[in-house]
Nanobody, 115 residues
């Protein structure tokens, strides 16, 4: 089973940047899809961005041009570079991996953007 550990969240002012990391317990070469989701208070969890094994990326319209998803295969880590942050980006960000049809979630990392 895959284990995922997120890091990199925090408090930042609007317009600032953060980079989130998601470290996997297995080689990410074997993971079919990895992605980032977020959940704002009182709202459902939503997809932010994901990346398939053939390097196709998918972004939510609200983050296109500001957020960038990437992987480091040597480190078995996925990243989310978040630029030009807005207060509406506030929420708990979760890493997700789909491996052998099983979906696994990390514990989440809080991102708070102040206005």
């Amino acid at each position: 089973q895959v284990q995922l550990v997120e890091s990199g969240g925090g408090l930042v002012q609007a317009g600032g940047s953060l980079r989130l990391s998601c470290a996997a317990s297995i080689s990410i070469f074997s993971i079919d899809i990895m992605g980032w989701y977020r959940q704002a208070p009182g709202k459902q969890r939503e997809l932010v961005a994901d990346l398939t094994t053939n390097r196709r990326t998918n972004y939510a319209d609200s983050v296109k041009g500001r957020f960038f998803i990437s992987k480091d295969y040597r480190m078995n880590t996925m990243y989310l570079q978040m630029n030009s942050l807005k207060p509406e980006d506030t929420g708990v960000y979760y890493c997700n991996a789909v491996w052998k049809t099983t979906s696994t979630w990390g514990q989440g990392t809080q991102v708070t953007v102040s206005s």
